[in-house]
């Protein structure tokens, strides 16, 4: 199965995209993933892009659109992958079609406020990527609890450091936002007109976000 994770920053795509590939064996594919990878080894691409990622604002097109190409001409994506923060804008959607076509675009809804909260307080694993969430979620009066490590700042699966993002700084995640706004939002409408679209409660523990989400893999 090709699938798309759409849905603001800090709305769980990463998480539940790697839960999906446990359960299913699809892999999970990340442009933010990539783009840090360039930066962190301090590659050509990784200096031109850093600009852009510290602002919190997309890379350009040329550069995902080539990495992602590369990625998925992988052999482990011939029966299906995740789309991780890809595609970002129409201009993405229109190049990802000539390169393969997908069967399903989940839509992650989670309010603006729940939001924030969840990008401050996210913090990931530099050894093995596990995303935890330091803050506990109250929202009315039900309270989602935080995915906390069992000892503070180390990962429980491998035992590697646990980092807070630069751009999950509250300086750079409102321009984050914004730019989803802009630029990201009208890909809803773009695959609603398509039938490609399921909308996804996305407020929830990730245990009943994924339930929900797997319920429509299985209809
Ligand atoms: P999040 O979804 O939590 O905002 P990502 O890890 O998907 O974070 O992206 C982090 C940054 O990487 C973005 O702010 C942007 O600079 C860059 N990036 C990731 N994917 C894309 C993309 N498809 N197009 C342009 N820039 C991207
Ligand atoms: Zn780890």
């Given at each position: 199965m090709k699938i798309v994770f759409l849905g603001p920053p800090g709305a769980g795509k990463g998480t539940y995209a790697s839960r999906l590939q446990d359960k299913f064996g699809w892999p999970h594919i990340s442009t933010g993933d990539l783009v840090r990878e360039e930066i962190k080894n301090n590659t050509e691409i990784g200096k031109k892009i850093k600009p852009y990622y510290d602002e919190g604002k997309l890379v350009p097109d040329e550069i995902v659109i080539e990495m992602l190409k590369e990625r998925l001409?992988?052999?482990?994506c011939k029966n299906g992958f995740i789309l991780d923060?890809?595609?970002?804008n129409l201009n993405q959607a229109k190049e990802l079609e000539k390169i393969t076509g997908i069967d399903l675009v989940i839509n992650l809804v989670v309010p603006k406020d729940l939001i924030i909260k969840k990008l401050s307080g996210r913090r990931i694993c530099k050894k093995c990527g596990a995303i935890y969430n330091i803050n506990e979620i109250r929202i009315g009066d039900r309270v989602l609890p935080a995915l906390k490590?069992?000892?503070?700042?180390?990962?429980?699966?491998?035992?590697g450091e646990l980092y807070q993002r630069d751009d999950d700084k509250p300086e750079v995640i409102e321009k984050r936002l914004i730019e989803y706004q802009n630029q990201t939002a009208p890909l809803i409408d773009y695959y609603k007109e398509k039938g490609l679209l399921k909308d996804v409660?996305?407020?929830?523990?990730v245990d009943e976000v994924l339930e929900r989400i797997i319920s429509i893999l299985n209809t």
């Open positions: 001409s992988k052999d482990d923060g890809f595609p970002r490590p069992k000892v503070d700042g180390i990962c429980d699966k491998c035992g409660d996305g407020v929830g523990t």
